[in-house]
């Protein structure tokens, strides 16, 4: 006897709605696919089929909720939409359920951007701006799974702070573990005016009521882009896993071209000669350094 088989299947019945849905009307054809034995196609009679539906759908809400606390806004934006709460269920499948517990949140998200172009958008503005934001979200969960993967296969990592002598002077990059993004307003004032209640919360209360439309066009109609910036770090080792947290920084809209540089392969005293020959005033020079200094010193970036 074949457990993996049997496991195979029942997995399918789970994650897989044409599966459920076929072995609910007859669930002799629907195990066809699967190199079952009598003995193991008999251990499937048991199965009733208003327990798997339910089994299925408590499953289904514990994993959303989970990805809800992920992804906030995006998850509160989508749900405003006209079969938006059935797009984020939808995501709820094989596809994403057999993807590696540390990477699912970011295969998750990436399903979700390429959803999007389903939901009815009253502007091309409007969906850069959500996707924007998706990004941005995205941006934190893949670092934070990144950096989770990288503690549990090679233990705590200990981060070199940098020294700042001479800092102007010295190459510079993007630390790891660093996510950036223009997003249409600070991501604190949209997590409060898109998430009221808790991340623990959220979901539940968006199932039974999804934002409303209108309130998510009156909030995304104020626009005050800025350059977000995150890090991801671990906030709390234990024995089974770390818990990763988010460390974030916001500038001005203005500072994202300036960010384009920061590769490795220049420094910021030649940022700044590069601004001057093109006629940036000595006070806009003196925040600039100071802005690079403060990413330096929040080890969003580090010499190269």
Request: proline share 3%.
């Amino acid at each position: 006897m074949s457990f993996l088989e049997q496991e195979r299947a029942l997995f399918d019945l789970l994650f897989d709605s044409t599966v459920r849905e076929n072995f609910c009307r007859d669930s002799v054809v629907a195990l066809n696919q699967y190199e079952l034995s009598e003995d193991e196609r008999n251990d499937f009679t048991e199965i009733r089929s208003d327990a798997l539906e339910l089994d299925a759908e408590i499953r289904a809400d514990l994993l959303l909720s989970y990805f809800c606390r992920a992804f906030p806004v995006s998850f509160s934006i989508v749900s405003s939409f006209d079969g938006g709460l059935d797009v984020l269920k939808s995501l709820i499948d094989v596809e994403t359920m057999r993807t590696e517990t540390v990477d699912r949140a970011t295969l998750f998200g990436r399903r979700l951007g390429e959803s999007l172009n389903t939901l009815s958008f009253d502007s091309s503005d409007d969906l850069a701006k959500i996707s924007a934001i998706l990004e941005a979200e995205l941006g934190m969960v893949w670092t934070g799974g990144s950096l989770k993967r990288e503690v549990l296969e090679n233990g705590e990592l200990y981060i070199k702070v940098p020294q700042l002598n001479d800092w102007s002077e010295k190459n510079i990059k993007l630390a790891p573990y660093v996510c950036a993004a223009i997003i249409p307003a600070s991501f604190e004032t949209l997590k409060k005016s898109f998430c009221p209640d808790t991340d623990c919360d959220l979901w539940r209360n968006l199932n039974k009521k999804p934002f409303a439309a209108k309130q998510r066009k009156k909030i995304l109609e104020n626009d005050d882009p800025i350059l977000f910036v995150a890090r991801a770090y671990v906030s709390l080792m234990s024995r089974c896993e770390p818990t990763i947290n988010q460390k974030t920084f916001e500038l001005s809209e203005g500072f994202a071209s300036l960010f384009q540089h920061v590769n490795g392969s220049v420094s910021v005293d030649y940022i700044l000669e590069q601004l001057k020959q093109i006629g940036a005033q000595d006070q806009m020079l003196q925040g600039i350094k100071s802005t690079f200094k403060q990413l330096l010193e929040s080890e969003m970036l580090e010499f190269s």
